[in-house]
């Protein structure tokens, strides 16, 4: 029999895990690189509380005006902006990763009833939800200065709108938490985020050729059935009280009840699902599963002139590629953004008509932006390998197979990206006459080749740690980003220098000329730096190893 | 004499103060079947990673099949099979895929590469999971494949980092049996292992390393001749294990301050 008397009391639970978490803040503390990131922290602190005051006051002096005008349903459109910033920014926060932090709880003898306030607790403790009290705290003080007789209806509304808003963003995490624990589902809804980002470049193009502004916008036909949600109801249960309308407060104070009881029950059971042991483990059960054909190798439609590394390190990262949605998606941005410059920039159907660019400037520019696009996962190519690292240092083979091999693979992509964007370049604005497109061509080939040897220098020297299906802190180091940007402008000032020496001369063949011989000596410090950098990678070995293996 | 295929000579690693791995001499034979045993942070996995090429001395020399490794590191990588810590897997490739890509690495052709991994993939009962990724493995598939990719060269000396743990018992049968076979064909294994057990039934050396420092180093038999015990008593591995590192009857006294549990 276990000597556990008497389990401790809610509030003990509570207390117990603040004092971990703060256990955790501060040893993590104990580490010179998490010092680094606290005065990190303490800076995005300090921008983030300058935000959340000056927004306290832009609500306060909103409250106030709705209230004194006699608008107070007008109040809506502000607790809408909190509804909605509550609720997404804590999926943008969470990045599509799941985060199991919250349920490791469960392995202490935890209540349902404790386990349950904790979450509501959780809730409470992020972000969003610390500064959206603020912003609703700030409203109350203008009403309490403009309409004091509407205070308590306003206190009572918000409480049930803090209460909904908290109950409904657990219950969405907790559904999150579900969804992204397999990997499939993650990598793909990471995939259709960044779709749909990139569609909103299409908005405007499209609302300008397809909108139609003589009739009232379809989306305003929605706004009746919107005044069922919390924002609205807090507002006209304001509005109600405003105007003595008894019927009507009961009515949407009413219907806050039952979005509180709704969300409150559905987390309930979400909460009593994990509580009873919901298996969120994606590994698969030892089952026997089918077994198809074998499929031929990869590595065997590779020239055979390559070494069996370099070919090996090819056909792997043609895999890595292939099963990164993220990376593969990103293969259809750049002829998708040639046809968005060009319908806003250039061309015959571009938006800004005769003031659009002409091809000889468009044709460089384009290409400029894409080579910027695509070289930059060169910065930090080591980046999704994980313990695979290991590997590369086991194996007998030089780092410059490795090196080739990548870069290898990365041109044979960004070549068949050009060859594509070329074409929707052509298709949309038309050819821009020999000498440029050669020319274009040449310095795409000296920006690729110039870049990839510090490219390389950048992926030894900085790594960084990225997780394919997970957007948090998936990003290159900063001193990787800045070398890349450095690396860019010197290069694209070189470019530049060079097409307009070509007018300044008056001769249209001297860039191509000046670009293939740029080309070749970049190709020659490129293979110059290969046993250099193989060097230099024994030498960061143990930064590598520890930096992707964490 | 036998050739020797283990060879460090006051091999020392540090981290700033630390100093992880102190002046270990290791002497390991062609063909044995060698238990590298020590307690928690003794330095077992920095001394095998530095004889595989993943960490690099701060001094001392290691001679792998007669090649030294500073001086000849591809050489030595060509004729060693590694499962190191973290088992340094490619999660986004499928299980064949990586014995593929692990065959290529190692400079073998397509053909014999394809053929290996077949074999072996089979052996490892992994065949039928032929398009899960790596990453949808269980830890026990894992370590098979990982056990696969570093013999699929056919190495002539075998690192192995608690090559068990995680694997279940059919499978960790199957291994030990081709294990056995490796070192009757001459290939070299050097073998961490906290299962103490497991080392006595198939190691015929040991060595143990205790605080960075090598405090043991002989056959089975050498190590129990130098404990002290009572005459005829064949001690266990576990019974030396405790008595070179010290911790001999330490835990009774220990145990007995948990009266609560006890």
């Not at chain 1, 809506?76 to 902006?81: D, H, P, Q, T, V």
């Not at chain 1, 999704?384 to 197979?401: K, L, N, T, W």
């Not at chain 2, 081709?178 to 292992?193: A, D, H, N, Q």
Request: positive net charge; contains cysteine; charged residues 15%.
């Amino acid at each position: 029999m276990a000597d556990v008397i008497q389990m401790p009391g809610v509030a003990e639970q509570l207390k117990l895990i603040a004092g971990l978490r703060w256990n955790l803040l501060k040893n993590s503390l104990q580490r010179k690189n998490n010092r680094w990131d606290l005065i990190g922290i303490i800076l995005a602190a300090g921008g983030s509380a300058m935000m959340v005051l000056g927004l306290c006051v832009a609500f306060y002096m909103g409250a106030y005006f709705f209230l004194t005008r006699n608008r107070a349903s007008w109040m809506s459109l502000l607790f809408w902006a909190i509804f909605l910033w509550w609720q997404a920014v804590p999926i943008l926060v969470a990045g599509f990763g799941a985060n199991f932090e919250f349920r490791n709880l469960l392995r202490f003898p935890l209540s349902l009833r404790a386990f349950y306030i904790l979450g509501l607790g959780y809730g409470f403790a992020d972000f969003a939800a610390a500064s959206s009290l603020c912003w609703i705290a700030s409203m109350m003080v203008a009403t309490a200065v403009g309409r004091v007789q509407l205070l308590p209806v306003m206190m009572l509304a918000s409480l049930l709108f803090i209460l909904v808003n908290v109950t409904l963003e657990r219950l969405i995490g907790s559904w999150l938490e579900k969804i992204f624990a397999n990997r499939r589902a993650r990598e793909l809804l990471v995939g259709l985020f960044v779709l749909s980002m990139v569609s909103m470049n299409f908005l405007n193009p499209a609302l300008q050729r397809w909108g139609d502004y003589g009739t009232r916008p379809k989306i305003v036909h929605l706004v009746p059935y919107l005044s069922w949600l919390p924002g609205t109801l807090v507002g006209n249960a304001l509005a109600a009280a405003s105007d003595a309308n008894s019927q009507a407060l009961l009515l949407t104070v009413g219907g806050l009840l039952v979005w509180l009881g709704a969300t409150s029950g559905l987390l309930w059971l979400r909460y009593r699902a994990q509580y009873l042991g919901e298996e969120l483990s994606e590994t698969a059960a030892p089952s026997a599963g089918k077994r198809g054909p074998r499929r031929q190798a990869a590595s065997s439609v590779l020239p055979g002139f390559l070494s069996p590394p370099v070919a090996g390190v090819m056909r792997k990262e043609f895999h890595y590629l292939t099963r990164n949605g993220f990376s593969f998606i990103t293969l259809i941005l750049p002829p998708v953004m040639v046809m968005f410059f060009s319908m806003q920039f250039a061309g015959s159907n571009s938006q800004i008509k005769e003031h659009g660019l002409s091809p000889q400037a468009f044709f460089p520019a384009v290409m400029a932006y894409l080579i910027l696009i695509l070289l930059s996962p060169a910065y930090n190519s080591f980046a999704f390998e994980g313990h695979g690292i290991q590997s590369y240092f086991m194996a007998p083979v030089c780092m410059r197979d490795i090196l080739v091999g990548k870069n290898l693979f990365l041109v044979c992509v960004v070549t068949f990206e050009l060859a594509i964007s070329l074409g929707v370049l052509i298709w949309r604005i038309g050819f821009p006459g020999f000498p440029l497109f050669l020319s274009t061509i040449a310095a795409a080939a000296f920006a690729v080749t110039g870049q990839l040897t510090i490219a390389n220098w950048s992926a030894l020297s900085f790594p960084k740690k990225m997780e394919i299906g997970k957007m948090k802190g998936q990003r290159n180091s900063g001193v990787a980003v800045w070398t890349a940007f450095g690396v860019q402008i010197l290069i694209g000032g070189i470019a530049t220098i060079v097409l307009l020496a070509g007018r300044w001369f008056g001769s249209s063949w001297l860039p191509v000329v000046v670009f293939v011989g740029l080309t070749a000596a970049a190709l020659g410090g490129y293979v110059a730096s290969l046993d250099p950098l193989s060097t230099l990678a024994e030498r960061k070995k143990e930064l590598l190893i520890e930096t992707l293996c964490r | 004499m036998n050739e020797i295929a283990i060879r460090t000579e006051q091999l020392t690693r540090r981290f700033g103060a630390l100093t992880a791995v102190d002046c270990v001499d290791l002497r390991v034979n062609a063909g044995q079947f060698f238990g590298f045993l020590g307690p928690n942070g003794a330095g077992k996995s920095t001394t095998i990673k530095m004889l595989t090429g993943l960490l690099a001395p701060s001094s001392g020399r290691m001679e792998l099949l007669g090649l030294d490794f500073q001086r000849n590191p591809i050489d030595v990588k060509r004729q060693i099979g590694v499962v190191p810590e973290g088992m340094g897997l490619f999660e986004r490739l499928t299980g064949s895929e990586y014995l593929h890509f692990v065959g290529r690495m190692y400079g073998l052709d397509g053909v014999t590469t394809e053929k290996r991994t077949a074999e072996l993939l089979e052996f490892m009962q992994l065949a039928d999971r032929e398009k899960t990724l790596i990453a949808d493995y269980s830890h026990g598939m894992q370590k098979k494949l990982a056990l696969a990719a570093a013999v699929i060269h056919g190495p002539r000396i075998l690192f192995l980092d608690e090559p068990f743990e995680g694997v279940d018992a059919l499978a960790a049968g199957a291994l030990k049996a081709l294990l056995g076979r490796m070192t009757e064909r001459g290939v070299t294994i050097f073998l961490t292992s906290h299962v103490l057990e497991i080392v006595e039934r198939l190691c015929s050396h040991v060595a143990i390393i205790h605080q960075g420092r090598l405090v043991a180093q002989g056959s089975l038999e050498e190590l129990r001749a130098g404990i002290p015990g009572t005459e005829g008593e064949k001690k266990t591995l576990e019974q030396i294990f405790l008595s070179i590192v010290g911790q001999s009857g330490g835990e009774q006294a220990r145990l007995e301050e948990l009266t609560w549990l006890t």
